[in-house]
């Protein structure tokens, strides 16, 4: 075969190939008018790259136009994924200003990987990082006995088992319950629910753990929620695996349900583990998300070191502006811990 019909060929190819991935990429924009739609969206950042290079090959050949075309649609599309990693969010607009001196607090948010094969790095790092609150996924049988080494350090929690062998969620604090709150557990485990008291301001901390998307059932997981995540405290903090991107229609239909606002710039913080950690950054994909709402200001939100799940744990700091007087939110005399006997 001479070089010159090798090149038409590949040309051909790369042809092909920009048209192919165009239409998934399109239909990703479309993530409210099916879940199926939703599902192609999670990955509209690779989606993009992918047809802005092969847009690239086609500069130099008869399909220059198409090319350019190509150019122009991924890098449109990559910008409005892009934007969701260093924009600051509506939660965090006053940090600025408003939060002045207050008191910082932390949230940490993780899935910690139900067969976790180094389980002494994540209680290591809270160890170190102290987190005030910190919200959890896949919380097996396992981890439950090893959360217990730590319970004297957060003896407040709410731990909620599931049926699933992945383990359902659980939230741990070191400050007390609101007086007159309860850990609540809905939906075989994958939504925790705990108040907590924050000098004097009682802050409603929600972990959330959503199945795959579609063919699976997340859509309809979602709208199971609707009621339980509608009665959300005035000032509250959710966190979870969302199995979902931060651009995601679920990822929206999450905040409307519950009035709350995703919080950007967290980056990509899951990777599939057979693939190096070093990829995280370019192929990792935005699923663990914190949402914010009423008297917060969000002072940061990042990623943190690898702790031996295929998710990055991400710490959330925040201040709260002003709440509940604290007679109206004193705290309980005894903690409720769900750890197993």
Known sequence: MQR????????????????LISIPLVFGFFADRHPAFDSVGHFRAHLAVLLAAGGLLLLASRHWKHGLLAIALGAAALWTTLSSFSVPGKASATAGTEAGNRAVYRLMQLNLRFDNPTPEKVLSLIGRVKPDVITLDEVSAAWQTRL???????????????SRPFGGTAILSRRPIALGGAGTCLS???????PVDLGGHRLDVSALHLTWPWPFKQAAQIEALAGPLAVTGQTALLAGDLNAATW???????EAASGLTHIVGIGPSWLDRR??????????????QVFAKGDIAIRSAKTLESVGSDHLP??????????????????????MVQFPD
């Open 148 to 162: 217990q080494q730590i319970s004297a350090m957060y003896p407040f929690a709410a731990v909620c088992p599931s």
């Open 314 to 335: 991400v710490l959330v700091e925040f201040s709260l502006l002003g709440g509940a007087k604290p007679e109206d939110n004193a705290v309980t005399a005894t903690a």
């Open 248 to 254: 995601s229609a679920a990822v929206r239909r999450v």
């Open 275 to 288: 693939l190096p950690d070093a990829l995280r950054p370019y192929a990792g994909l935005p699923i663990d």
């Open 4 to 19: 010159s019909d090798l090149a038409r060929k590949a040309t051909t190819a790369v042809f092909a190939a920009t048209i």
């Open 188 to 194: 075989d485990g994958s939504l925790a629910m705990l």
